[in-house]
Every structure is written in structure tokens, then in C-alpha cells.
């Protein structure tokens, strides 16, 4: 069946990982696991519909035009001047609130599949001027650090905001991510809102030269310089103070052997990059033994890089854990 022809598709689109220590609002990456499903079809009224979400325990607004995944396809479609209805199935198959992308793969789940359906009227990185449309309605802010390397796969920076410029940046092969997911929850806004609205110069001057050390360390494969590199002086202090046992868990990362770790995008979830997959999850252990310290829950999450951003599923394929968090 040729793509035209398709009434219905199920898409994956992965979780990720914004900011990367010091790239804020800059730089982020997409892991394997976890992701969303959207199942999508062709309808016969114009509009966007979502039939049902699951995986949700109810959270999320049904209304297309207050849900990411139904934002942004209602802005591809106006973008295209399509009159074409869509109905959408959205399986959270993540946490809300988690620092892992969660509003971010729901839409760039959602407009892969719409622009499939379609035929393809825009090329896979067209779409990222709606996922941040999307981005905006959930958090107030626009930001592409976790739609853009979503849609893309692998580590994209953000160089310009406007014009919006989105580089995909080289990385090592073997580079793998442990994420600690605590089982509390913090929303963007929330943690955007206290940020300090002015930084100083040196400290400017620490968090810049950290960025493009770890974009260069990036490129090169070089190891240590990635290492070296990791650091967040302005954002963590601050934010880490919303995150128990941080400081904890950060330790015992760098201690059994990571090459960094941070907090996942506005966080509360915790990650560490590790240049084996055997080494990642000996970071996730030491990581969770140290939480759990604390009493408090927590997942973990090892992956290698995404490199591929969402995909078609076939039928009955489902790379998600079988499993639904508490949200
Ligand atoms: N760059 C954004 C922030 C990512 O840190 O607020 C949110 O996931």
C-alpha cells in the first residue's frame, strides 16, 4: 500500500534529554526508551479529534486544540490549508512531569504520523516549527530542545531561535544515557519560573565555553572532554534544590564511573552518559541505591543515543515497557 493509500498508522516517538548540563534551552538528545505511541486515521469530518488517551490516569486535556499532540497537528494542517480530519489514539507511555520530553514526544508522535497520512506535504524537519507551537501551549515557552533532537534523533543544537537555525551535532558511537526518574513530579513552567532572569558575566563565560566544549568533545569522540565538559553552574544550583537527594545521586554517578551527570530537562529526572552500556547500568544502580537512601521511589532508564527520532510501528509492536506510570 502505497503511503497515499494508508487510512491509519501507529507512530513511537522517543523521550529526550534537553539542555545536556549547560546547553539550556540549546542542546538536547533523544534516547531510546521510554516514548509515546499515536495511533492515527484518516476521518471524514475536517479537524482533529482525539478519540482516546491512555496511560494518562485522566491528566491530560482531551480538547484537540489544549493537548500537544493535537496542537500541533491542528497547526500542520493550517500551515498546509488541508481540510483533511484526523483522529488520534495517544498512548502516554512516559510520565508527565518528568524532565524527559513527555509533552514533547506526544506532538512529534502526532505530526510524523499526520504528515505521513497526508503523503508527506513537508519535509521531517518542517515539522518542528509546530512541535514548538505545541511546546509553548503546554509550558508557555517555545523552546526546541527537546521537539527538535525528538524529531531528528541524536544531539541537536539550537543555534538561533530566530531565524530558527537546528544543527544535528556528531556524537561517539558508544555513548549511552542512565536516567533516574524520581517519583515525584515537577512541571516546566514551575521549574522555569524560578530561574534567575540575569546571569553573571563570568559565570556567562563558564556556561558558553562548557557548551561549546562539549559540542567539540561531541564531534571529536573525545571522551574527556565531554567529561570535562558536563556542567551546569547556573541552572542546577537552582534547580537541583527541587530534586531530593541530588546532590546524592550526582556523586554516586560521577563516583561508579560516568562521564557527567545533570538534571534531564526541567527535570526531576536525573541523567548520566557513560561510554558502555554495561557501565550505564552500573550508574543506574549506584544512582537508584542512593535514592532509595532517601526512601523515596524512582525508574531507570539506560539507553544508547537515538539516532532516528519516531518511527512507524508495524501492527502489534510495542517498544514501551508494558507498564503505567502513576501519573
Ligand atoms: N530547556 C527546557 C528547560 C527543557 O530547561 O526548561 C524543558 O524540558
Known amino acids: 500500500m502505497s503511503k497515499l493509500e494508508q487510512h491509519s498508522i501507529r507512530v513511537f516517538a522517543p523521550a529526550t534529554v534537553a539542555n545536556v548540563a549547560c546547553g539550556f534551552d540549546s542542546l538536547g538528545f533523544a534516547i531510546n526508551m521510554p516514548g509515546d505511541i499515536v495511533e492515527m486515521s484518516l476521518h471524514e469530518h475536517s479537524g482533529v479529534r482525539i478519540r482516546d488517551i491512555t496511560g494518562d490516569n485522566g491528566r491530560l486535556p482531551r480538547e484537540a486544540e489544549n493537548n500537544t499532540a493535537g496542537v500541533s497537528v491542528l497547526a500542520l494542517l493550517e500551515h498546509i490549508g488541508s481540510q483533511q480530519g484526523l483522529e488520534i489514539v495517544l498512548h502516554k507511555r512516559m510520565p508527565l512531569g518528568s524532565g524527559l520530553g513527555s509533552s514533547a514526544a506526544s506532538s512529534v508522535a502526532a505530526l510524523y504520523a499526520a504528515n505521513l497520512l497526508l503523503g508527506e506535504p513537508l519535509e521531517k524537519a518542517e515539522l518542528l516549527p509546530f512541535a514548538m507551537k505545541a511546546e509553548e501551549r503546554a509550558c508557555g515557552s517555545p523552546h526546541a530542545d527537546n521537539v527538535a533532537p525528538g524529531l531528528l534523533g541524536g544531539f541537536v543544537l539550537i543555534r538561533s531561535y530566530d531565524p530558527l537555525d537546528v544543527i544535528q551535532v556528531d556524537y561517539p558511537e558508544n555513548l549511552y544515557c542512565t536516567i533516574l526518574h524520581p517519583h515525584i513530579e515537577l512541571r516546566t513552567e514551575d521549574s522555569r519560573r524560578i530561574l534567575r532572569k540575569h ?109 532516528i527520532g519516531p518511527r512507524v510501528l508495524a501492527p502489534d509492536e510495542d517498544p514501551t515497557p508494558n507498564r503505567m506510570y502513576q501519573q
Not at 558536563?230 to 560521577?254: M, Q, Y
Not at 562521564?259 to 537508584?288: H, N, R, W
Open 199 to 307: 546571569i553573571k558575566l563570568k559565570d556567562a563565560v563558564i556556561q558558553w565555553s562548557n557548551l561549546a566544549g562539549l559540542i567539540a568533545g561531541l564531534a571529536k569522540s573525545d571522551y574527556d572532554l565531554i567529561s570535562r565538559s558536563l556542567n551546569d553552574i547556573i541552572f542546577e544550583p537552582v534547580r537541583s534544590l527541587l530534586i531530593p537527594g541530588f546532590d546524592r545521586v550526582k556523586a554516586s554517578a560521577i563516583a561508579s564511573g560516568a562521564l557527567g551527570c545533570s538534571i534531564s530537562g526541567s527535570g526531576p529526572s536525573v541523567f548520566a552518559l557513560s561510554t558502555t552500556e554495561v557501565k550505564a547500568g552500573e550508574v543506574g544502580d549506584a544512582m537508584q541505591n542512593s535514592f532509595a537512601e532517601l526512601q523515596l521511589d524512582s525508574d531507570i532508564f539506560v539507553s544508547p543515543v537515538n539516532s
